[in-house]
């Protein structure tokens, strides 16, 4: 789940906080109009009620009874009254008027008192009767006006309407006016982070463009002098790696020269003397042997050849699917055929089931012959060689060990490195391309010794395909 930016973040507090404030400021606002209108409908039939009580008084005392109705019926003109009654001192009803208008209603009542004296300037601000009034002095009777809060109710509905709409706009205003304030503090994080996407994609000539604010304008500026100082960086970085490649490569040729000169020099020496004395020479069997002294150097000139040749210029694996444990099969068979191992005692422990795997058939015969001429090198052309192969879910592995005299620890870590070798004729290419191999496959080759003598070349390829360049050096060892 992507988590949420900067600009969202600010919004929503914006929105949450603007929204509060509003429905909160909305809900007061409207319980107080509430109050303030009930209030005022209310004391506005009050101070009816305390009129009719007035002027109910005659009425009251000679028990007119018809002049205290036509008193109701003027009272029932108010459009919101909808019952008026009238009553004696003993609670009986002297008048009634009502009219049939909807609900919800509230009743207010007031007393009728006796008029005495500067009292009668007081009547209208009278206490209504109450279950609770001690002062009965003069009380002669009681009026109970009832009316309707409907109009009032649907008209305070109104109001609230509109205000929670006129307060929902201003809302909206208010997040509409914070979206663009905010926009235009995170546009310049925004571009920031894009442009450093960019630059990491490799468009190091990008820059930041100063923004409007002088804060985001400082952040630019900072940022855009960084990336000159790391363009500056990379380029010396990078002119000092070419320096070291540069050299690398010189040394390597060096290394390189060298050892062609040193390993054919001797191969030369021994065909030039050869020639000499073939000159001179008239016996058949002395000629016979030194043509076979020239052929044997030719033949070593050509593998010196074939494995510079073969390490400098890797072929690119072509992947096949092939049971890997009945290649091992042929492999070791073609092997003991060569003259070198008909001394060799190979033993093996291949699982017979098959084991699917992606390989370059052709180059994983070189690799294979390279680790077995090294074992064969090692027992001196005689001993016992042990080949164990095991098929894992994702891999295939292969162990070849040897009876010799295994590998000095200061070269265990090297041994795979170009002419790297513990013989004295030997180039240290063979081991190298069977690191390439395996690392163009995906896999990792190791050395180690062991503990009954000899070494012991790991080697682990997935069975999937998974090619790597060769000519990089990553990934060679495991």
Known sequence: MKTPGIHARLLFAAFMIISVTSFT???????????????????????????????????????QRSMLARLAETLMSERDAAKVMIYNSAGERLAESFKEIPGPYVTVSALVRLKAGDEESRAFFWAPLTPDSKD???????????????????????VTLRFVG???????????????????????????AQTARKIGAGEYGLRMTPGGLPETREVSQAFNAMLDSLEQSWKREAAAHREMARQNLLAE???????????????????KSSFDILKT????????????????????INGLIEDFLSFAKPAKPSFQPMDVNRMLEEFLDRFQRLDSAKNIKIIRRIPKTSCLSYLDRDLWRRAIDNILKNAVEAGNGRGVIH????????????????????????????IFDPFVTTRVK??????????????????????????????????????EPKMVDLSNGDGVRG
């Open 166 to 192: 006129f307060t929902a706009g201003l809302a909206a205003l208010f997040l509409l006016i914070f979206y663009f304030i905010s926009l235009s503090l995170v546009s310049p994080l925004t571009g920031l």
């Open 426 to 463: 030997g180039t240290g290419l063979g081991l190298a391309y069977t690191a390439q191999v395996v690392s163009a496959h995906g896999g990792t080759v190791f050395a180690k010794n062991r503990k009954e003598g000899g070494a012991v070349f790991c080697v682990e390829v997935p069975r």
């Open 387 to 414: 080949v164990d192969a095991e098929c894992r879910e994702d891999a295939w592995r292969v162990e070849i060990a040897d009876e010799g005299c295994g590998i000095p620890e200061d070269l265990l870590k090297k």
């Open 253 to 271: 040729m060096g290394k390189f020269s060298m050892m062609i000169a040193h390993e054919i020099k001797n191969p030369l020496g021994i065909i």
């Open 25 to 63: 400021l909305g809900c007061i606002g409207v319980k107080m109009l509430h109050g303030v209108v009930e209030s005022q409908f209310e004391e506005r039939f009050q101070f009816l009620a305390r009129y009719l009580a007035l002027n109910s008084e005659l009425g009251i005392l000679i028990d």
């Open 136 to 158: 009965t002095a003069g009380i002669i009777g009681r009026v109970e006006v009832t009316y309707s809060t409907f109009r009032i109710a649907r008209l305070l509905r109104g």
């Open 281 to 300: 020479e008239t016996s058949e069997d002395s000629r016979r042997m030194l043509m076979g002294y020239i052929e044997e150097e030719i033949q070593r």
